[in-house]
């Protein structure tokens, strides 16, 4: 069971703690994959961190708890975490909560909804209750957002496609950003080309935020056959039958004046 209640000693301390099962046992102290531990740290991090206008977070020091792998800070002092927290403890809207710790609980309530048993616990002195974060709570900013459904055409070079048990395509965009998509196990297996690392054009469907033009949840329609390449030949012959159409015009561009009336 996830502990991560606050004694009375404890009283200006901050603990984040994480419970996740998804590799076949509970994560600890005693036992968590590096790379959950890596990430999960940098969140802690950027989450008490927020704005960064008011912490030091080179004074910021933490310790490793059970419960199920609780990160626990002591002398905390922020202004503006204070006020995050309390407004998490209120509400579900994320738009009352600084943006840097509001991407963070969204970043958490994703992997919740998408990952069975994953849930964050956020104890605090400056609330009567944890904060929880799981597949049951739903974490989202209350003001009408502006997201419709959108087909794109993206180039990329495939980094990994298919998987255990969900079936993505790890793509690795012209601009190095990169971006999963999901895909359907059948699309891949009738595709004849091995297309890992190489680059590939794709039609996804996905959906976009008007606002701030970002796309999410995208979703592989199908590979797009696109190798555009130079035939010589086809120029030269293109290039012969468009000076043989305008040998009689002595100024092409005084004849397109004329016929459009430009006297």
Do not use: C, M
């Given at each position: 069971m996830l502990q991560a209640k606050i004694s009375p000693m404890e009283a200006d301390t901050v603990t984040i703690a994480f419970r996740d099962k998804s590799r076949g046992y509970e994560i600890s102290p005693d036992r968590v994959p590096l790379t959950f531990l890596t990430a999960v740290s940098k969140d802690v991090q950027d989450f008490i961190k927020g704005p960064g206008k008011d912490i030091d977070m080179a004074e910021v020091e933490v310790c490793i708890r059970h419960g199920s792998l609780a990160i626990q800070s002591g002398h905390v002092v922020s202004a503006s975490l204070v006020a995050d927290i309390q407004a998490l403890s209120r509400s579900t809207d994320l738009a009352k909560v600084s943006k840097r710790?509001?991407?963070?609980?969204?970043?958490?309530?994703?992997?919740?909804?998408?990952?069975?048993?994953?849930?964050?616990?956020?104890?605090?002195?400056?609330?009567?209750?944890?904060?929880?974060?799981?597949?049951?709570?739903?974490?989202?900013?209350?003001?009408s957002s502006r997201v419709v459904t959108v087909e794109r055409y993206i180039k990329g070079e495939i980094l990994d496609l298919g998987g255990v048990t969900d079936s993505n395509a790890h793509i690795k965009l012209p601009d190095g950003q990169k971006l999963t998509i999901k895909t359907d196990r059948e699309l891949i297996r009738s595709e004849?080309?091995?297309?890992?690392?190489?680059?590939?054009?794709?039609?996804?469907?996905?959906?976009?935020?008007?606002?701030?033009?970002k796309l999410s949840d995208p979703e592989l329609i199908s590979f797009v056959d696109y190798e555009p390449k130079f035939d010589p030949n086809r120029f030269a012959e293109a290039v012969r039958k468009g000076r043989e159409a305008w040998r009689d015009v002595g100024d092409p561009a005084e004849w397109v004046r004329s016929i459009r009336g430009e006297n």
């Open positions: 710790r509001r991407e963070i609980v969204r970043k958490w309530q994703e992997r919740a909804h998408r990952v069975k048993g994953f849930v964050v616990r956020i104890a605090t002195p400056w609330t009567g209750n944890d904060i929880l974060v799981s597949g049951e709570t739903n974490y989202r900013e209350a003001r004849p080309r091995n297309l890992v690392y190489r680059e590939v054009h794709l039609r996804i469907r996905a959906k976009l935020d008007l606002d701030t033009q």
